[in-house]
């Protein structure tokens, strides 16, 4: 079952403009939603996070918001470098503790 | 301060044979989780664990597939009988607590069954 979803498989921007991924989900439940980059060959490493309770998030150059009514998070990268391509996963977690990935969206930012 | 630590990094195994996979939380934490990434696709969930104790295993494969997290050291994920299809890298995360404190992953181990 497929509770979060990236529809964009892949998504390339010029250096200095805005990324935008998005996400959706189906479980109403989450409560605490999360986005993680990967680098080839490495783990995922934590990016951003965001409360239900809230509808923004800010850190640097990194935006996550959160669209409850319509089961919707977005990722907004502002100014996009291009160290900054790899793939981005966007995360889930409810009570139980345990965390719902979705499928990635590869970044590409072109100098 | 050593993070997640997973070992091997790279596992090469015949059909038929046994895989084990090997996870040592960050200092502190007492959750772990297993994730399988197949060939171009993403994360999926397999098992979350706390000490002796399965949380929830509803992304393992019913069969071939077990986890445990002992009491004394690392978390272990074990493929019995593996297949081609077994291929992929298997990514362990911790976390001392709720998972809105952030996973730390380890670098993976990639399986490979030839």
């Known amino acids: 079952d497929q509770q979060v979803k990236q529809n964009s498989p892949s998504l390339s921007v010029q250096e200095g403009r805005i990324s935008i991924l998005n996400c959706d989900y189906t479980n109403s439940m989450f409560d605490y939603f999360l986005w993680y980059k990967k680098y080839p060959a490495e783990g995922p490493t934590f990016l951003i996070s965001i409360s239900s309770i809230k509808d923004k998030n800010e850190d640097g150059r990194f935006t996550v918001f959160l669209n409850k009514s319509a089961k919707h998070l977005s990722l907004h990268i502002v100014p996009s470098q291009p160290g900054d391509s790899a793939v981005y996963f966007c995360?889930?977690?409810?009570?139980?503790?345990?965390?719902?990935f979705g499928a990635g969206t590869r970044l590409t930012v072109k100098p | 301060n050593a993070g997640v630590m997973q070992n091997p990094r790279h596992l090469v195994r015949r059909r038929g044979q046994e895989a084990r996979l090997r996870c040592s939380p960050m200092?502190?934490?007492?959750?772990v989780y297993w994730y399988r990434q197949l060939p171009e696709e993403g994360l999926k969930f397999m098992v979350y664990?706390?000490?002796?104790?399965?949380?929830?295993e509803s992304g393992m494969p019913k069969e071939r597939f077990s986890a445990e997290f002992p009491k004394e050291g690392p978390s272990i994920l074990r493929i019995q009988q593996v297949v081609r299809g077994d291929s992929a890298a298997y990514f362990c995360?911790?976390?001392?607590?709720?998972?809105?404190?952030?996973?730390?992953f380890g670098s993976g181990t990639r399986l490979t069954v030839v």
């Open positions: 664990l706390q000490k002796e104790n399965i949380i929830d």
């Open positions: 995360a889930a977690s409810g009570i139980n503790n345990d965390m719902r």
């Open positions: 200092k502190g934490h007492s959750h």
């Open positions: 995360a911790s976390s001392p607590s709720r998972a809105g404190s952030g996973y730390t």
